[in-house]
């Protein structure tokens, strides 16, 4: 078809994904601490780009009028310091599967594939793993190791014991010995009273630091490391698979008191 994009084959668009992916996928591992320190807070919106070379880039997006190739997700930087560098790059990695997938069948429809072309780029894809699957095998065998290492001194002993004469329902062995969370059908107990909770306190109640609940059966609880107290991880938006990646947590308003400062 004269005028139009030349025709490019499903080999040759699947080479394309395949470049970028290994270059996305190398920012994610392998150049980990280079792809983090490239991605300042301070910069305005960054995203990641995988070239079909096989390298990767952190830049602004190209500026098109009108723009028509997807682009990946903006603003990755404002997020880096606002989580667990672990959760960070996973959810980096899952926005970047989106953005080659998309990508992919762009051109895919650009280079007018018909329905057994796709059917046919959709299955050398779906042949390679996903980025978010390698770096989350990456990020289980890095814990393991760190907690197969970490199994040979014993914790500080500050863990607390739960008020309830109920066992726990669930092993801890999955979250970090260092991290604070309480996987019992009932609150933990709280180590000081607050002036304002004395009463519930002497009921062998313990209050949410968000919503001031003692409300908690059946639910995950999280420590704040700094101002030490507890949170429906619910109300702090914290999972306990979440909380498997984090080394030190801070609730959300200590978080932002770290932030004034600086």
């Known amino acids: 078809m004269e005028g139009g994009p030349m025709k490019r084959s499903v080999f040759e668009v699947f080479n394309d994904f395949r470049g970028r992916r290994d270059g996305v996928l190398k920012a994610l591992t392998t150049d980990a601490e280079k792809f983090y320190q490239a991605c ?3 910069r305005d919106n960054l995203c990641l780009f995988g070239t079909p070379t096989g390298r990767w880039e952190v830049k602004l997006p ?8 997807p682009e990946p997700i903006l603003g990755i930087n404002f997020s880096r310091d606002g989580m667990h560098r672990s959760k960070w790059i996973s959810i980096i990695a899952i926005h970047s599967d989106a953005w080659l997938i998309s990508l992919a069948f762009y051109f895919g ?3 007018n594939f018909d329905k057994n072309e796709r059917k046919d780029l959709f299955e050398m894809i779906n042949k390679l793993p996903t980025l978010y699957e390698v770096v989350y095998e990456k990020q289980q065998q890095k814990l393991a190791a760190t907690q197969s290492n970490g199994n040979k001194t014993k914790p500080s002993g500050k863990m607390p014991k739960s008020r309830s004469s109920v066992p726990q329902q669930k092993s801890q062995s999955s979250v970090p010995q260092k991290k604070r969370v309480q996987m019992t059908p009932t ?3 709280k180590e000081e009273s607050d002036s304002d909770e004395e009463e519930a306190e002497e009921q062998g109640s313990t209050f949410c630091g968000a919503c001031h609940d003692d409300n908690g059966v059946d639910e995950f609880w999280i420590f704040c490391d700094v101002c ?11 999972t306990p698979t979440m909380a498997e990646h984090i080394k030190q947590y801070k ?3 200590c978080s932002n008191k770290k932030a004034r400062v600086h």
């Open 109 to 111: 429809a650009r280079f």
């Open 251 to 253: 609730c959300p308003s």
């Open 62 to 69: 190209v500026e098109e009028v009108p723009s028509e190739v």
């Open 228 to 238: 030490e107290r507890w949170f429906h991880g619910k109300c702090v938006k914290v």
């Open 40 to 42: 300042d807070p301070d």
């Open 187 to 189: 609150p933990p107990p």
